[in-house]
Nanobody, 129 residues
Framework: QVQLVESGGGLVQAGGSLRLSCAAS????????MGWFRQAPGKEREFVAA????????YYAASVKGRFTISRDNAKNTVYLQMNSLKPEDTAVYYC??????????????????????WGQGTQVTVSS
């Protein structure tokens, strides 16, 4: 497993932008598929986006496609989630997740929480109308 620490959450007006960061510990970051999930109040945690180990492939939930961009910097052990055109329904706690070291996770399995073995503590994103 790897330790993950998210940052960058906050309060923003509808239409605004935020960039979330997730810093990972250890030396295996570049060998792990990374994902972002979110959980809104009273709802189950859901898939948002994922990126392959060297960043060639990206995957998005339909609800965020075209507005959110996932990226990674393996030299900095960090994955990002750029969120533009935010809507009140994007309000949630956002979690970073890491897949197993050396394990390639592809569509549709990237959307499954069971494919990730390390999770951050989450960062709150609140979008006001």
């Amino acid at each position: 497993q790897v330790q993950l620490v998210e940052s960058g959450g906050g309060l923003v007006q509808a239409g605004g932008s935020l960039r979330l960061s997730c810093a990972a510990s250890g030396r295996t970051f570049s060998s792990r598929t990374m994902g972002w999930f979110r959980q809104a109040p009273g709802k189950e945690r859901e898939f948002v986006a994922a990126i392959s180990r060297i960043g060639i492939s990206t995957y998005y939930a339909a609800s965020v496609k075209g507005r959110f961009t996932i990226s990674r910097d393996n030299a900095k052990n960090t994955v990002y989630l750029q969120m533009n055109s935010l809507k009140p329904e994007d309000t949630a706690v956002y979690y970073c997740a890491a897949g197993g070291s050396g394990v390639a996770i592809t569509f549709p399995f990237v959307e499954s929480q069971t494919k990730y073995d390390s999770w951050g503590q989450g960062t709150q994103v609140t979008v006001s109308s």
